[in-house]
């Protein structure tokens, strides 16, 4: 079956750790996006990459860092930078950055 | 309608009524519109979309009206069954930096609750 893949679904993480986020799809979409959503919000988007080697910094990049060496896969990395980052991360793929964004099941990460 | 805010717009309807969400997107240059249904702990799946020289679109049981004029966007159900119980979010595609670079950017959200 064609989609979206993240793991894991959930995480935990030590206070001053990286950790990072999978993103796998196999509906071979040139663009990828990482998103963050806290309780009650919005999606803010992080990073995104419209072509393999080549990624933009979003509204929050500031704590994160992504690659794109594979078109079907855009890490995410949680640096010990993030001050906040517990939170539901998502992460999404389109044909192009002019058509709808197919969305993974999310990643919900916790810093204990 | 969606708002700026920590807390979530509220509308709960009667199963059976017909709903309307608003929302208000911000860049008159947006010329891509959709609209993503999210339950509780998944991820969002789309419902529909809408572009700029379009001002309805209909699917199944869901329509999409968009006003330009004063960048307003709606997502009407009809005859809304439990099963629609979710948050739902507009988003707006925006260019960037010439041909090719889009940025897809997200409204906050509006809570649906439908009354058994």
New interface residues.
């Given amino acids: 079956d064609g989609g979206i893949t993240?793991s894991p679904k959930y995480l935990f993480r030590k206070e001053g750790q990286n950790v990072t986020l999978s993103c796998e799809q196999n509906l071979n979409h040139d663009?990828m996006?990482w998103?963050r959503q806290d309780p009650?919000?919005?999606?803010?988007?992080i990073y995104?990459s419209?072509i393999v080697n080549d990624f933009?910094k979003?509204d929050i990049a500031e704590g994160y860092s992504v690659s794109r060496e594979k078109k079907e896969s855009f890490p995410l990395t949680v640096t010990s930078a993030q001050k906040n980052p517990t939170a539901f991360y998502?992460c999404?793929s389109?044909t192009?950055?002019?058509?709808?964004?197919?969305?993974?099941?999310?990643t919900?990460l916790t810093v204990v | 309608g969606e708002s700026v805010g920590l807390h979530l717009p509220t509308l709960s309807v009667q199963e059976g009524d017909n709903s309307i969400i608003n929302c208000a997107y911000s860049n008159s240059a947006s010329d891509y519109f959709i609209w993503y249904k999210q339950e509780s702990g998944k991820g969002p799946q789309f419902i529909i979309d809408i572009r700029s020289n379009m001002d309805k679109r209909q699917g199944q049981r869901v329509t999409v009206l968009l006003n330009k004029t004063v960048k307003h966007l709606s997502l009407q159900i009809a005859a809304t069954q439990p099963g629609d119980s979710a948050v739902y979010f507009c988003a707006e595609n925006i260019a960037y930096s010439g041909a090719g670079s889009y940025q897809l950017t997200f409204g906050k959200g509006t809570k649906l609750s439908v009354i058994p």
């Fill in positions: 993240q663009a996006y998103y009650g919000q919005g999606l803010r988007l995104y419209q933009q979003g998502l999404a389109s192009t950055g002019d058509t709808e964004a197919f969305f993974g099941q999310g919900r």
